[in-house]
């Protein structure tokens, strides 16, 4: 079982959709968690942290689920510049991060 | 500098060739990190230094893999006598700190043929 598992996707949604993306991890230590955007053939570019009592930032809420080790991000009204790919990250407390293979969304017209 | 900067962005290099790759990070960032990212996955870890102390290379995937910082900016990932696995994309992040995420430079591109 990889240390970090996402849905690779794609997932193809109009614009003006909600969509949501799950991810787990496998290492309960775990303490630090993020969502990165990565463009086609781009550097990731941090998102947002994941915070315990989940966040918010415009139209992107993440949330981390310790219990069932997961976290999610859900993504409001959908703009055609969302298209991407969209990594789950998860820090072990070490300086170590592990990246999940990323989710691809399409946001089509 | 504004951002993480990459040095080469391209590098094509014939197999059994040794290659350098730079990073100059954010000025004043304590952490820096190497990563590998293969077509199609997500970024693997490398190795991490906070300043010149190299403090985990676990991910370097082989000892033709060297990693260096001495003086606590700048860094080069050097490998020796490349392989045709060894290509992908090798970016370098940093931070001020390591609970609010890392900057990116825009990675370098190696190719071996």
Known sequence: ?????????????????????????SNS??????????????EPK???SVYSSGN???????????ASQYISLLIRDSKLSDSATYLCVVGTGGFKTIFGAGTRLFVKA | GAGVSQSPRYKVAKRGQDVALRCDPISGHVSLFW????????PEFLTYFQNEAQLDKSGLPSDRF?????EGSV????????????????LCASSSTLTYGYTFGSGTRLTVV
């Not at chain 1, 775990?30 to 990165?36: E, L």
């Not at chain 1, 930032?57 to 993440?62: L, M, N």
């Not at chain 2, 860094?75 to 090798?90: F, G, H, N, P």
């Open chain 1, 29 to 42: 230590a775990s303490q630090s968690f993020f969502w990165y955007r990565q463009d086609c053939r781009k």
């Open chain 2, 35 to 42: 990563y590998q990212q293969a077509l199609g996955q997500g």
């Open chain 1, 46 to 48: 941090l998102l947002m």
């Open chain 1, 56 to 66: 918010e930032d415009g139209r992107f809420t993440a949330q981390l689920n310790r």
């Open chain 2, 75 to 90: 860094s080069t990932l050097k490998i020796q006598r490349t392989q045709q696995e060894d290509s992908a994309v090798y």
């Open chain 1, 1 to 25: 079982r990889k240390e970090v598992e996402q849905d690779p996707g794609p997932f193809n949604v109009p614009e003006g959709a909600t969509v949501a993306f799950n991810c787990t991890y």
């Open chain 2, 66 to 70: 060297f990693a260096e910082r001495p």
